[in-house]
């Protein structure tokens, strides 16, 4: 074997530095294991590329302090046996030693990676730290930036027609609380999608498969999936009806606001109102809906102030907050005051519907005729009047010179 | 003695206004302030409440962001619908003081009243078939149909947009008195009232008051309180006779209005009149679209 490489150095005339001639006394000195040390010989300089231009330089600093620190250049890269080696060499098999994550990621969207599938979350194959370590491209604080040079306005979202997430994810609470305040516990990409085994959000295994939704975000939320699982919508998509809303209908997935402002207060009324058209329509035409729509830090009345946000329940439910013994207490958060008759307002009627608000119907009847009555027979007369009075005092201003009509 | 004065007054009409006008008074200060404040709150009432009205048309929220939000645009209206609450009131007691407490004349009948009469309805068709080139131009007393109308529209008006606005405003109290389904009503009634208010001064009014060729761009007399002879007699010919005949012209001649006056008036009532125009475009395009 050392005649053999010794061989090989002198027909490779090129390679005869002092620094070869060191390396192959390395491995002369200890024949199977090719240490890092050796390696970096050459593969130490920075500047160091391949016939194709890319990078071939290792930081054995930044190696030796990496999660991979303690392996041996050759535990990775397995086909080379010594020095020199081959041009080309294969791709290193992460799944060797990582299989468990590699058959996940088989099954994963990201199976079909072009590019390098570990490295491309990972980052440098040799500088990869613990997750736990801020160095990670894969540590909490780094994994929307990571998951975002792919799933970002430049990515792949754009090349493949995915919505580009990144963005609204960043100003979101979640990406809020990551990015401003460091929070670790602070939902990221992965905490919803899970890391090598990511589904799409068709397939019924995934975390953000519909039905799964509440349980992926109660992971965090644990006493509002409790909430949600006692409510309607809980109960409907508990029971298969995938109609039903699940947290990301209302909160939206990636750009989730916090409910208690204004900006989601504003945006989250004509989400209920995707399904509940008519009680939206008729929502619409209140005093609450009129003054709520105009923006700013609203007080009035959106659904979820009288039905709930997460454990909305029947008005017949006693339970429930629109349930008849309960709406004096539930109109009076807001309305001091608020007495049983107070409470006979109708926050959905429908001045349009006979049957259903005939008092309504024939108020808003009269108002209308009143209306139409008075402005058409005064538009007339003005206007025959301003005909004519222009005429006179065209025909006067001709007579008699006075400006009179 | 009456019938020479009227004479040589019709005769002379042209001359006078040649040489210097006579004034004569219309409106007293009392009446001008009252239409001051009347017509301050209502384009305040007018621009906040359509804002509310229309909240979900782009201007609406541009405005309401721009002066402080929700918040801010219901204030305004309150603290307009209490003023305008205010004069209405002031009013009432004035009418039923003159009418009622002094016995004054012609306050509920007659031809100075405010009170509809046969001879406005007589007028009114008359009035349409000279539209049509039917027949003569009426002569028109102290207060014309169409004037009697805008008086008792906007009673009308306040009175309804009053009580239906208190009611949302006191909600609770007036669940006391009021059906449920009142509730629900008052703010139709509020809502359309105040549509029908704004439509009709801010086109109707504006034109059949300010804008129509006798008075183009716009009658100053509510704003001065007095008029010149020649549009007095003009405008309404049996109340220039009458006060000719019963030699009460001297009684009610005015100064001529002090040039500050009428500038000052004719920037207060454009403005009015810009605002109202650009309230009413608003109005349209949020009601059509």
Redesign the interface.
């Known amino acids: 074997m050392i005649l053999a490489a010794r061989n090989r150095i002198r027909l490779s005339s090129c390679h005869g530095t002092l620094a070869a001639a060191i390396a192959v006394l390395a491995f002369a000195l200890e024949p199977g294991a090719i240490r890092a040390q050796d390696c970096l010989t050459c593969h130490g300089d920075a500047t160091m590329t391949d016939s194709n231009g890319h990078s071939i330089a290792v930081d054995g600093q930044r190696f030796a302090s990496s999660i991979h620190g303690s392996l041996q250049c050759s535990n990775c890269h397995a086909d080379i046996k010594g020095y020199p080696h081959p041009d080309k060499i294969a791709p290193v098999q992460c799944e060797t030693c990582h299989a468990d994550q590699a058959a996940q990621l088989k099954t994963s969207v990201h199976a079909d990676s072009k590019d390098h599938p570990c490295t491309s979350c990972h980052g440098n194959a040799h500088e990869i730290f613990p997750k736990t370590d801020a160095r990670s491209a894969v540590y909490p604080l780094n994994v929307p930036k990571t998951c975002g040079q792919c799933h970002g306005n430049n990515g792949m979202a754009g090349k493949h027609g995915l919505p580009s997430v990144y963005p609204n994810y960043i100003d979101s609470i979640h990406g809020f609380a990551l990015s401003k305040e460091g929070l670790l516990v602070a939902a990221n990409c992965q905490s919803c999608h899970g890391s090598h085994g990511i589904l799409s959000h068709t397939n019924p295994q995934s975390p953000t498969y519909k039905s799964n939704i509440p349980k992926t975000c109660g992971n965090c939320h644990a006493k509002i999936e409790a909430d949600y699982e006692q409510g309607v919508h809980g109960h409907a998509v508990a029971q298969g009806n995938l109609n039903a809303p699940v947290c990301s209908d209302c909160h939206t997935a990636h750009a989730i606001l916090q409910p208690t402002e204004s900006e989601f207060r504003m945006q989250s009324t004509p989400i209920c109102g995707n399904c509940h058209k008519d009680k939206f329509s008729t929502y619409?035409?209140?005093?609450h809906?009129?003054?709520?729509?105009?923006?700013?830090?609203?007080e009035?009345a959106r659904c979820w102030d009288c039905h709930r946000a997460h454990d909305v329940r029947p008005a017949s439910d006693p339970a429930s907050p629109i349930n008849q013994a309960n709406l004096v207490t539930t109109c009076g958060r807001c309305?001091?005051?608020?007495?049983l008759?107070?409470?006979?307002?109708?926050p959905h009627?429908n001045?349009r519907d006979r049957k259903l608000?005939p008092?309504?119907y024939f108020?808003?009847l009269f108002?209308?005729l009143?209306?139409a009555c008075?402005?058409t027979f005064?538009?007339i007369?003005?206007i025959?009047?301003?005909?004519?009075?222009?005429y006179?005092?065209v025909k006067n201003k001709a007579a008699n010179g006075g400006k009179?009509? | 003695m009456p019938d020479t004065e009227l004479a040589q007054s019709l005769t002379g009409t042209a001359a006078a206004a040649t040489a210097s006008p006579r004034y004569f008074v219309r409106f007293t200060r009392q009446q001008r302030y009252m239409h001051a404040v009347l017509f301050t709150t209502f384009l305040g009432l007018a621009a906040t409440g359509l804002?509310?009205?229309f909240?979900?048309s782009f201007w609406?929220?541009k405005f309401?962001?721009g002066v402080?939000?929700?918040?801010a645009?219901?204030f305004f209206h309150k603290l307009c619908a209490i003023v305008l609450t205010i004069a209405f009131l002031i009013h009432v007691k004035e009418v039923f003081q003159r009418g009622l407490l002094r016995r004054e004349k012609g306050i509920f009948w007659g031809s100075t009243s405010m009170v509809a009469n046969w001879k406005d309805v007589k007028d009114l068709f008359g009035?349409?078939r000279?539209?049509?080139?039917l027949g003569p131009?009426p002569q028109f007393e102290r207060y014309a149909y169409?004037e009697k109308f805008d008086y008792w529209?906007v009673f009308w008006g306040m009175i309804v947009i009053g009580f239906s606005g208190y009611a949302?405003w006191f909600?609770?109290?007036f669940?006391?008195f009021?059906?449920?389904?009142?509730?629900?009503?008052v703010?139709?009634?509020h809502s359309?009232?105040g549509?029908?208010a704004i439509?009709?001064i801010f086109?109707?009014h504006f034109?059949?008051t300010h804008l129509?060729?006798?008075s183009f761009p716009m009658d100053m007399v509510i704003f001065t309180g007095v008029e010149s002879e020649?549009e007095f007699s003009?405008k309404r010919p049996l109340e220039y006779k009458r006060m000719v005949a019963e030699g009460k012209a001297e009684s009610r001649l005015g100064i001529a209005p002090p040039l500050w006056l009428v500038n000052f008036s004719k920037v207060v009532g454009a403005l009015a009149i810009a605002i109202g125009l650009m309230l009413l475009v608003l109005t349209l395009t949020a009601y059509f679209s």
């Not at chain 1, 809906?289 to 609203?298: A, E, N, R, T």
């Not at chain 2, 000279?130 to 080139?133: H, I, K, R, T, V």
């Open positions: 619409r035409d209140t005093f809906s009129q003054l709520g729509s105009l923006g700013g830090y609203v009035t309305h001091a005051g608020a007495n008759s107070f409470v006979q307002y109708q009627a001045a608000s008092g309504l108020v808003r108002m209308n009143l209306l008075v402005l005064f538009m007369h003005t025959l009047w301003l005909i004519r009075s222009r006179s005092q009179n009509a | 804002v509310m009205r909240s979900e609406a929220r309401a962001a402080g939000g929700f918040g645009i219901l009035h349409m000279w539209f049509l080139g131009k169409w529209a949302m909600a609770p109290f669940a006391h009021l059906p449920g389904w009142a509730l629900n009503a703010l139709v009634i359309e009232e549509l029908l439509l009709f086109s109707i034109v059949n129509r060729p006798d020649e003009h």
